[in-house]
């Protein structure tokens, strides 16, 4: 079967590419290894940020400035009022506050949290201070950046273009038929009955986030192109309100709080910023002391009695840079026929996406009998998101109510 292009992995980037794909009248298809969204999408906290980690770390440079325009983009998808149309992704909240702490760092850097960002927080009054936010210091600020719940949003573009997504087993079988290295002509997918499907494309997109060390070594490309960031992030969940925000603290987000409810309608937080960065030399139990106490302090009006903790660590994959720190951007490397693709942010899929496009170009045109058959292919679950694995949760409590 001809393909104008064959994507693997279905995150953010590989799901997004492929619905602008066929909006666009090409004949593309997804392979997904595991479940859709296994990695970082699903394990994300669904923030539709506009660049204020950027801006507070003064790197809202020209390359990043795209990050600025996202909140807007996707609020329009959100609504059904552009496409892809993801009115059928759970908006968990439509803003998030900003607050601080005592010190004077956090002082600065809720300054700078409102300078050069398109949508920029407004103070609320004392009156509409949410009750977890009671004997924070200072003005608390609301931004517009949706959250969103990325199993939802994964499920949305799935079901939208469900017949041209796959499930194949990558270690057993794929097979690749290289011209040179990076020019692929041939990939033969295999299942467990013996079935086996071979596709021709003209490109090969590599979505696939930590994934593509793999993949890129299977085809003879280099791995050192990428460079793994990971994190150590905190959930607890119990009697909680449902709350979205940032504690500011010079350049950095103290904590990064996103709210959720688990299959049993309890709600969840998960808890990232700075403490899912210095998590990762702790252990879970450690982690969740620290974090516990770091809470204690950023939010003293939260009753932490009865709550119960859990943590899951997760790497950030992405394009190198110099001495491992975040790239500016997303980034696209172009090698033969291959494309590999690094998004850095869930909310660059939109411009990741738009950039790929004009690399495509219209070769391959399906029968009825070969949609069919990609239709009838197995097709891959959602993952589930980090508080339904229940190994996540397997920690002592270590605060008991008196
Ligand atoms: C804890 C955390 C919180 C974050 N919060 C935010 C946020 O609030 N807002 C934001 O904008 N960004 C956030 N990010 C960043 C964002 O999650 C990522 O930039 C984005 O999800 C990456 O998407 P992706 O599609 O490139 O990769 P992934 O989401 O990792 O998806 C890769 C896919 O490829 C599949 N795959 C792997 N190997 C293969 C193979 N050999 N063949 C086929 N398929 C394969 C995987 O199963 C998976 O489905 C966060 C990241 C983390 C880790």
């Known amino acids: ?14 799901l997004w590419l492929l619905d602008e794909c066929r909006r666009g009248g090409y004949s593309v298809v997804l392979l997904e290894n595991r479940a859709l969204g296994s990695g970082q999408t699903v394990a994300s906290q669904g923030i539709i940020h506009g660049g204020l980690k950027y801006t507070l770390s003064g790197m809202l440079t020209k390359s990043a400035a795209n990050i600025s325009e996202m909140p807007l983009v996707w609020r329009e998808c959100f609504a059904g009022q552009s496409e892809p149309d993801l009115s059928d992704t759970t908006i968990r909240s439509n803003y998030c506050y900003l607050w601080r702490t005592q010190s004077l760092t956090s002082r600065l850097g809720m300054i700078g949290a409102k300078v050069g960002l398109r949508v920029a927080p407004e103070n ?12 924070c210091p200072g003005t608390v600020a609301k931004l517009e950046e949706q959250v969103m719940s990325p199993p939802s ?16 087993n990558a270690q057993t079988g794929c097979e690749f038929q290289t011209g040179k290295p990076s020019q692929i002509e041939q990939i033969t997918i295999t299942t467990e009955k013996g079935e086996s499907l071979k596709l021709m494309p003209s490109r090969v997109i590599f979505t696939a986030g930590k994934g593509n060390a793999t993949l890129r070594e299977q085809v003879g490309l280099s791995t050192s192109a990428m460079q793994l960031r990971p994190l150590h992030m905190v959930m607890v969940r ?78 950030r994959a992405e394009r190198k840079t110099g001495g ?13 026929n ?31 009998q070969e949609q ?20 996540n949760w397997s920690h002592r409590p270590l605060r008991k109510s008196a």
């Not at 959602?382 to 508080?387: I, K, Q, S």
Request: overall charge negative; hydrophobic content about 40%.
């Open 372 to 391: 069919q058959t990609l239709a009838a292919w197995g097709k891959p679950p959602v993952a589930l998101p980090p508080w339904e694995v229940p190994g």
């Open 1 to 14: 079967m001809r393909c104008d292009a064959v994507i693997f992995g279905g995150g953010i980037a590989g």
């Open 324 to 336: 491992g720190k975040r790239p500016e951007s997303f980034a696209i490397k172009s090698e033969g």
């Open 153 to 168: 949003l994964i499920a949305n573009l799935y079901e939208r273009n469900r017949d041209v997504i796959l499930k194949y």
């Open 238 to 315: 119990g009697n909680l309100p449902e709350f979205n925000g940032h504690c500011i603290d010079g350049s950095k987000t103290r904590v990064t709080i996103t709210s959720d409810r688990d299959i049993r309608g309890q709600t969840i937080w998960q808890i990232g910023g700075q403490v899912s960065e210095v998590g990762v030399e702790m252990t879970a139990d450690e982690l969740i002391a620290h974090t516990q106490q770091e809470l204690s302090e950023v939010l003293p009006a939260l009753d932490q009695d009865r709550l119960e903790w859990g943590t899951y660590r997760v790497d």
């Open 124 to 135: 609320i009054s004392a009156n509409d201070v949410p009750p977890v936010l009671k004997g």
């Open 338 to 368: 291959t494309l590999t693709v690094w998004p850095t942010k869930l909310v660059l899929a939109p411009v990741v996406a738009a950039a790929i496009l004009p690399k495509i170009t219209y070769d391959a045109t399906w029968s009825n």
